[in-house]
């Protein structure tokens, strides 16, 4: 029984961690800001939770500041202020 719920857990892990790879990330930034391609998104500072993801994201439209559920289906963004303003 130990063994089954070690490997359930490795691949729920596993799972996980591909639904929140760069290029998804990426790719649903530019789904939620709209008119851009994913390959014009940079992602950084990822940090991926048990049940969230939340990252930053550069676009040709500014920096953001991004959260979503650990499979990136509720995606919410937020247009990070430059320090100039």
């Known amino acids: 029984m130990k063994k ?5 857990i490795i691949v729920i892990l596993i799972f996980s961690g591909c639904a929140s790879s760069v290029a998804n990330l990426q ?22 939770g048990a049940t969230n993801v939340k990252w930053e994201a550069d676009t040709p439209k500014g920096k953001y500041s ?3 559920d650990d499979m990136i289906r509720r995606v ?3 247009k990070m202020k430059n320090e100039a303003d």
């Open 4 to 8: 089954f719920i070690f490997s359930l």
């Open 27 to 48: 790719r649903e930034t530019a789904r939620y800001i709209g008119d851009i391609h994913p390959d014009q998104v940079k992602v950084y500072n990822i940090d991926r």
């Open 76 to 78: 919410y963004c937020v």
């Open 66 to 68: 991004c959260s979503a």
